[in-house]
């Protein structure tokens, strides 16, 4: 096993943990995606091809990552959901992260925007619907970048495959 091997191995590894990261907030997303497509185009012995994949995949990466910052605080900002609310949904998250296994950051991330509403408006039923609208806001933002992550992978993966098949000793 030589060294490009294991260096393309390892980065596959990371980019599958970069994209699963989009989704589970506690795993390393986009931007272990990115620097693992570095490290391939570095030391993963593809050459010029190496750096076209990497350029692509990181415009993915890029895209992913913006697409998700704009359109979840455009949605954030039309119900007028302030950051302290997603700032303490955040630190609530955390917490429910070490309470709960497994689904502690949804939970926590909810209970404390809600709860956070609940205090700012003073009416239970806005709370619920400016909160129900930030969670799907969140939702859609980690849909669109987990979908551009994937298709970062994908590049990479036809990279790996191409040069395989084509650019191998």
């Known amino acids: 096993m030589n060294a ?98 497994v689904v502690g950051l949804f939970v926590g991330f909810a209970l404390g925007l809600l709860l956070s509403e609940v205090q700012r408006t003073r009416n239970f039923r806005v709370a619920v619907r400016s909160s129900g609208a930030a969670l799907k806001a969140t939702g859609i933002g980690m849909l669109v970048e987990f979908a551009l992550a994937c298709a970062a992978a994908s590049t990479w993966i036809i990279g790996v495959w191409t040069e395989a098949v084509y650019g191998g000793p």
């Open 4 to 101: 490009e091997l294991i260096v393309t191995i390892l980065c596959g590894l990371a980019i599958a943990v970069g994209v699963a990261g989009t989704i589970i907030p506690v795993l390393p997303g986009s931007i272990l995606i990115g620097a693992s497509l570095l490290a391939w185009a570095i030391w993963g012995g593809a050459g010029a091809m190496g750096w076209v994949i990497f350029a692509v995949g990181m415009l993915f990466v890029v895209a992913g990552m913006a697409a998700s910052a704009v359109l979840t605080g455009r949605k954030m900002k039309q119900h007028g959901i302030p950051n302290r609310s997603v700032l303490i949904g955040v630190v609530l998250g955390v917490v429910g992260m070490f309470v709960i296994p």
